[in-house]
């Protein structure tokens, strides 16, 4: 293959009103400066013309692509309810009813366009076909709309390009701008796949201490004003995981990533959002039994309204992204569809600025080219299906099955420990939560039918503190809750010397698993910088909530409850 | 997504027969010895325990992916017929009778698998969540059986990965194996898409002498054994297109290849043979009026029957892959889907030595992780649905459907010029063709009607000739006839000095452009190195014949003859 017709880039927005990146071109590496365009540049002026026969591209006839027609059956886009029982089976509806919506839309793709010539038509002749590695038109047609409507760049020249989901993403982005041996801001704890990515370039990791709203911007300012360049250059690059963060769960919103922003611009750093979660933003926790302010009450009412206002609501309640506050064209984001439609569809796309996507351009013409059309085909005929309104609308349901799901957890940790609220003496995670609700830390419940118990629930309250077990936060968005392990109240702590914590850990990990509960151990996520979120005396765990059913959140928790009130002896 | 189960890898076969792989650890570069299998293996082991309620992994729920059924309706394997007519219409049966074969078939994907736990089943819940970077455990196995029955590799422990496309393939390897600065093997002419991948490296591309074969074993010996260690570190990897070889058309025959492994054994150097049109191997052109060997006429007999006899034969006349030969693991070997499925996949398989195919997971692992599940899930159901002889009888189709191109293109340039058979005095394509046929040159015809004519006529031959305007010789394989123009043979060649081969091939190109005929410059395909083909006075065109209808290839080279022969004034 070697024609890739090119399609128009960057629509430039709202000139009048914004500012034009700046020239970013100082971060590309040596690397992918060498990267050369397609030197044949000049056919593609004459391959448009009308009846130019063209013997030029080596491409197959599509005569011969073996599928003649792809089909799928979708779910409406009101398949999932927007305020879906906090119990499953509890509400009169069964569970079945529930996911109540229209039924389901049935699509055919055919192998040629009724109109060939329309660049938004989607047909196997032009999916199955060598594309530009832009993709097919109508695709970054609606990711400019996503961009525009949700992230509202604040400079005019941004584009969008696909990629094959987020890891591909971030692999391009470190493949763009790491040099060996460069320095890297990560945040403290973070997602072991763009470890994976960014290590082998031997990469010094320079952790960023986070609290419950993510990175400290006072930590960061430190880090970088500071540089001592003796340990080499000064970091350029900021990898991030904004909302929902993988594995803290952190979230920030618009005036710490303001904070940030202004940091990153001040030492010219380049911020790298890796934003997988980003419509996961499912709002406060709420304690069964307790009230919503009647603010958090509003929006919950108006996001539970169906149709355009609700969709609003839904789009309002979106922390702003690094890209709305991005003036300058250094915010490299990512997104993907793996969480909002499939992780299959190996599709993603980059929102950034003409410099950065004209390079990201030319890395995929050589490597990935555009990704898969059965998956592009499918996933653009689905949303354009559903058109705008129907897409938000599924992206609301998304988030509400989520947030039912950290519901379960988060309640049947509340039945299986007895929580009191924890704003730092004891959590890890709390510092400043601006907002985002508090932590918790979790006691031994006294065992139902005890004295203890029932002295309790005379005076009206679930439990008389005992041994510290675990603290947390709800978390805010994502799958996932990152649940600190207090280790130092293991009697033989003070005897296991520097390595307690490890070992201790280990042996918890392997205990729940032979108990068939399966987390996933903090320290695979580690910067193994200094932390401000753990440290000595505490281990972690990540726990998903984003497959198990209501039953498996009961028995599991319980399960947890029972070995970690007995393995810390409480 | 962090939890990536693996698959079980490279099946040992015929190891009683078979040597093991040697140790090519040396040529891995350093990013790629830096990479980190996933820390979390402990994790799997307990992972796939009964009634493991796993909380580990960053994964959705398939119960929230928004595609219930997919749907694909395709050609019967024997859609395309085992020999279609020479000239289109000119049969009894039209040209929609004779795309006879069976009705389409359709299948359906569904959610959930009948049995979940069976590993080989396709569904959605599976192909869409996330996969290893193996791709489903059906992929790999249909693979091996591909790679077992059609290459039978000369080693024992080779294994296969997927990738998405074999543009992918070669940049994961380049990725792998290459140091900025190093030398590498290539064709005189080869792929930009190759280059684009490449070049970056700033690789000191040492090209290779080519014949009708391909690359010259004596040139490539010579290269090596004489090489000068102050322009830096011997080559070690060597790039190369053997069937229907990107731009020339060479096709590499058992012996070459065997004399060219033997090369790169004695100097230690890793073939990477990319191989998108092997089944495209069509046999000699063989011109109207003119008769086949009895041998050869036994071949396409063979290969016209239908059944299992027919497939034998089929794979029988595939040439011997350098994999074949390959009895220590030093070949990459990268297959695609794009020209016997459709490019659109982005799927494509590479073929290597374990130690090889683990670094090249570890590389997916960080970047595409496994290729798009809606392209393996179709194309997977596709081949299980046709079956191994119907994928097989499906493959021949395709190659009769090319070879029918091949002849339309050949039989227009045969019925607009005056060919003559060369054997190397001014075709410079031409050395020692192995049997792959002999090239022509052309010459003007003279116009029906004239006195010229109407002597040769009565004299029984075409034409007398006059200036060589054009060589070639028609390829045996692949989809592109490399044609040069004998641009010494212009009037002004000797007035217009250094520059006269790129000022002349640039008219001519624009001229025949602007009379609506697109090919593609041979220029675009120049490694830049000393020529066998090709060199001063030459100017090549690569012609692709693989779209065109054949309405399009009369009156294309109709135009073609008439530009060229005004244009060097013959």
Redesign the interface.
């Known amino acids: ?2 024609v890739s017709p090119s399609v128009p880039v960057a629509q430039p927005r709202r000139l009048a009103e914004l500012p034009l990146a700046k020239d970013m071109s100082h971060h590309i590496n ?3 400066k ?3 365009a ?3 540049k000049e ?1 593609y002026k ?2 448009s ?1 009308p ?25 409406p886009y009101d ?2 309810p927007l305020d879906p029982p906090r119990v499953p089976g509890k509400e009169k509806k069964s569970l079945l009813s529930w996911l109540f919506g229209g039924a ?1 839309i049935s699509f055919t793709i055919p192998k040629y366009a009724e109109d060939p010539k329309d660049p938004m038509a989607i047909s ?1 002749a032009t ?5 530009a590695a832009t993709g097919p038109p109508a695709f970054p047609k609606f990711l400019r709309r996503y961009v525009e409507e949700i992230y509202k760049p604040a400079y005019a020249d941004w584009d969008v390009i696909l990629d ?2 987020a ?2 993403g971030f ?2 982005v470190f493949n763009m701008l790491l040099e ?1 041996g460069d320095s890297l801001l990560v945040e403290e704890w973070t ?3 763009a470890m ?2 960014y ?4 990469v010094n990791t320079v952790a960023l201490k986070m609290d419950a709203e993510g990175v400290i911007p006072e930590y960061m300012e430190n880090v970088l004003a500071n540089w001592d360049d003796s340990k080499g250059r000064r970091p350029r690059v900021f990898y991030t995981v904004p909302t929902g963060q ?1 594995p803290t769960g952190a979230t920030m919103l618009g005036d710490r990533k303001k904070a940030i922003y202004a940091i990153a611009s001040k030492h010219d750093v380049v911020i790298v959002e890796d934003e997988p979660y980003y419509t996961l933003f499912l709002g406060k926790y709420q304690q069964q039994g307790t009230n919503a302010t009647p603010l958090q009450q509003r929006q919950i009412e108006l996001e539970k309204q169906e149709g355009k206002e609700g969709n609003a609501a839904f789009i309002e309640s979106l922390p702003p992204t690094y890209l709305t506050v991005d003036t300058e064209g250094r915010v490299i984001r990512l997104d993907t569809f ?2 909002t ?7 993603g796309w980059i929102t950034s600025s003409p410099i950065f996507v004209e390079r990201l351009t ?1 890395i995929a ?11 592009t ?2 996933t653009i005929t ?1 949303l354009n299906t559903w058109g705008w309104d129907g897409y938000m609308r ?1 992206l609301r349901g ?1 988030k509400a ?1 989520y947030k039912m ?1 950290r519901d379960w957890m988060c309640d049947a940790l509340a039945d299986q420990f007895h929580l009191e609220f924890d704003d730092g003496a004891l959590n890890p995670l709390v510092r400043d939560t601006a907002g985002l609700g508090r932590g918790f830390t979790a006691y031994a419940k006294h065992p139902t039918g005890s004295a203890e118990a029932k002295w309790d629930e005379k005076r009206g309250v679930v439990s008389s503190r005992g041994t510290p077990l675990c603290s947390f936060i709800p978390p805010t968005a994502g ?2 809750i990152f649940l600190a392990v207090h280790l130092d109240q293991h009697p033989d702590y003070h005897l296991l010397g520097n390595d307690a914590d490890d070992v201790l850990m280990g042996k918890l990990w392997r205990e729940l ?1 032979e108990h ?6 903090g320290i ?1 996520f580690d910067s193994k910088g200094p932390h401000n979120i753990g440290g000595k005396g505490v281990g972690y765990f ?7 059913t209501y039953e ?1 959140s009961r ?2 928790t319980a399960t947890f409850a029972k070995v970690l009130t007995k393995f810390l002896r409480a």
């Open positions: 293959m070697d040596r690397l992918t060498n990267r050369q397609n030197s044949l056919m004459y391959a013309l009846g130019m026969v063209s013997m030029a591209g080596g491409i197959p006839s599509p005569a011969y692509f073996p599928f003649e027609t792809l089909s799928a059956t979708i779910l398949h999932l389901n196997l999916s199955l076909q060598y594309q094959v989901g890891t591909d692999a391009k060996l997602y072991p796949g994976n990515a290590m082998p370039y031997e993988n793996s969480k439609s499939c992780p299959g569809s190996r599709l030319r013409e050589a490597s990935t080219q555009a990704p898969s059309g059965f998956a085909a499918m689905m599924w998304i099955a799901r799958m996932f698993a068939l509960v399966l987390f996933a151990p695979g990540r726990i998903s909530y984003s497959i198990i498996e028995s599991a």
